[in-house]
């Protein structure tokens, strides 16, 4: 089973920038397709960008096209998200999650990361 672990959240003004990373362990990361998601309070967890296990495909959340950025280092067994443009309405906890195809449904996502805080002021 492979572990999850997001770090590089944390707090920033409205238009700013964050890079998340998420570090993969204790399984073969380059055969998973990766995903971002999000929740923020009293709201369901929401897909955020998903990424294919060679890199080639991504998928974004309609609410982060354009302003995020998704990407991963197989050699590094680690995926990122680039979030610029940032708005309050980011604010919200960020978890990445394996899965064996890429995709934007939750339940198909078998092994999730503990989450990092991003929060963005006004």
């Known amino acids: 089973q492979v572990q999850l672990v997001e770090s590089g959240g944390g707090l920033v003004q409205a238009g700013g920038s964050l890079r998340l990373s998420c570090a993969a362990s204790?399984?073969?990361?380059?055969?998973?397709?990766m995903g971002w998601f999000r929740q923020a309070p009293r709201k369901e967890r929401e897909f955020v960008a998903a990424?294919?296990?060679?890199?080639?495909?991504?998928y974004y959340g309609d609410p982060v096209s354009g302003r995020f950025t998704i990407s991963r280092d197989n050699a590094k067994n680690t995926v990122y998200l680039q979030m610029n443009s940032l708005k309050p309405e980011d604010t919200a906890v960020y978890y990445c999650?394996?899965?064996?195809?890429?995709?934007?449904?939750?339940?198909?996502?078998?092994?999730w990361g503990q989450g990092t805080q991003v929060t963005v002021s006004s």
């Open positions: 204790g399984g073969t990361f380059s055969r998973y397709a």
């Open positions: 999650a394996a899965s064996w195809a890429v995709d934007r449904r939750i339940a198909d996502y078998f092994s």
């Open positions: 990424i294919s296990w060679s890199g080639t495909s991504m």
